[in-house]
């Protein structure tokens, strides 16, 4: 069956970086588009990132842009967040999915949900 297993969140003082990967098994990686989401305490889940198979199209939120990179590497069938500049506002459990069709800030059928990885970011 399809997982997804999130890792390398913790607490970083805030302008801080972490990077959280996301392995996946049980489907053909490489031929499924990937995101990341987020939910904060006492807020809806957001769509963050997202990277298309092959990674030739990204997509991030305006709230990470600049400050967030979402990459894959196929060959370790891994999705990567690199998160620089971190602000307290970042704080939140962070999803990585496995999502059938996005275009810019819509997307459609996620498929999987990983367990998730929380990420605190203190000021």
């Known amino acids: 069956q399809v997982q997804l297993e999130e890792s390398g969140g913790g607490t970083v003082q805030a302008g801080g970086s972490l990077r959280l990967s996301c392995a996946a098994s049980?489907?053909?990686?490489?031929?499924?588009?990937m995101a990341w989401f987020r939910q904060a305490p006492g807020r809806e889940r957001e769509f963050v990132s997202a990277?298309?198979?092959?990674?030739?199209?990204?997509y991030h939120a305006d709230s990470v842009k600049g400050r967030f990179t979402i990459s894959r590497d196929d060959a370790k069938n891994t999705v990567f967040l690199q998160m620089n500049s971190l602000e307290p506002e970042d704080t939140a459990v962070y999803y990585c999915?496995?999502?059938?069709?996005?275009?810019?800030?819509?997307?459609?059928?996620?498929?999987?949900w990983g367990q998730g990885t929380l990420v605190t970011v203190s000021s």
């Open positions: 999915a496995k999502i059938r069709f996005f275009s810019g800030s819509y997307y459609e059928s996620v498929e999987a």
């Open positions: 049980g489907y053909t990686f490489s031929t499924y588009n």
């Open positions: 990277i298309s198979w092959g990674g030739g199209s990204t």
